[in-house]
């Protein structure tokens, strides 16, 4: 059984650029939340999704939206890219049959932004 | 949400046991403590999760007193392959659309010697 799955895992943009960023969740989750994390810090919170739509949001701008898809799996785009966006960039899943309140990441995409 | 402090970080040798500790002071009634654990360029792992007093399974216990405004994670025998950053959450678990987002602190950065 495959846990989440992100791709790529590296990725180098140019500021002002854009960028999508993919995620398959864990077999059975129906949730997928995301997060960035910036070198030495703790993940922060983006946006959550289930049932294709966006269900909370933390505090980052609108050049971040998401989307999920029929099968749950999930992207993540940014506009207009800043060099401040440079970042791991994880995917979590949760939810659906697997009945537990864990959350599962994904190994990250790792951003940099030039 | 509720903010969690723990310490920067800790050094161990191999073969102890290593306890962290996590003060939450503002946890609320349905809140449960969650501890992740993440290695370098890979996404925070599921460790282990409780409410009150003694939760254990094969890899940590958790110890959470009666008045639940700390909590502290226990790694019996550690390896340098424990060393990590370990995050201790505090909130309510997740369920599927329940839009609950994980506040992740800074952690606390484990070091295992030989």
């Known amino acids: 059984d495959a846990g989440v799955t992100q791709s790529p895992t590296h990725l180098i943009k140019t500021r002002g650029q854009q960028v999508t960023l993919r995620c398959s969740p864990k077999s059975g989750h129906d949730t997928v939340s995301w997060y960035q994390q910036a070198l030495g810090q703790g993940p922060q919170f983006i946006f959550q999704?289930?049932?294709?739509?966006?269900?909370q949001r933390g505090n980052f701008p609108d050049r971040f939206s998401g989307h999920q898809f029929p099968n749950y799996s999930s992207e993540l785009n940014v506009n207009a890219l800043l060099l401040g966006d440079s970042a791991l960039y994880l995917c979590?899943?949760?939810?659906?049959?697997?009945?537990?309140?864990?959350?599962?990441f994904g190994p990250g995409t790792r951003l940099t932004v030039t | 949400l509720a903010k969690t402090t723990q310490p920067i970080s800790m050094d161990s040798y191999e073969g102890q046991e290593v306890n962290i500790t996590c003060s939450h002071n503002n946890i609320a009634t349905n809140d449960y403590i969650t501890w992740y654990q993440q290695f370098p360029s890979q996404g925070p792992r599921f460790i282990i999760q409780?409410?009150?007093t003694k939760v254990t399974n094969e890899v940590a216990s958790l110890f959470i007193p009666a008045d639940r405004k700390s909590s502290t994670l226990s790694l019996p025998r550690v390896s340098l392959s424990d060393t990590a950053v370990y995050y201790c959450?505090?909130?309510?678990?997740?369920?599927?659309?329940?839009?609950?987002?994980?506040?992740f602190g800074s952690g606390t950065q484990l070091t295992v010697l030989p």
């Open positions: 409780g409410y009150k």
């Open positions: 979590a899943s949760s939810g659906g049959t697997s009945g537990s309140s864990e959350q599962y």
């Open positions: 959450l505090v909130g309510v678990p997740f369920s599927s659309g329940s839009a609950r987002q994980l506040t």
């Open positions: 999704y289930y049932e294709e739509e966006e269900r």
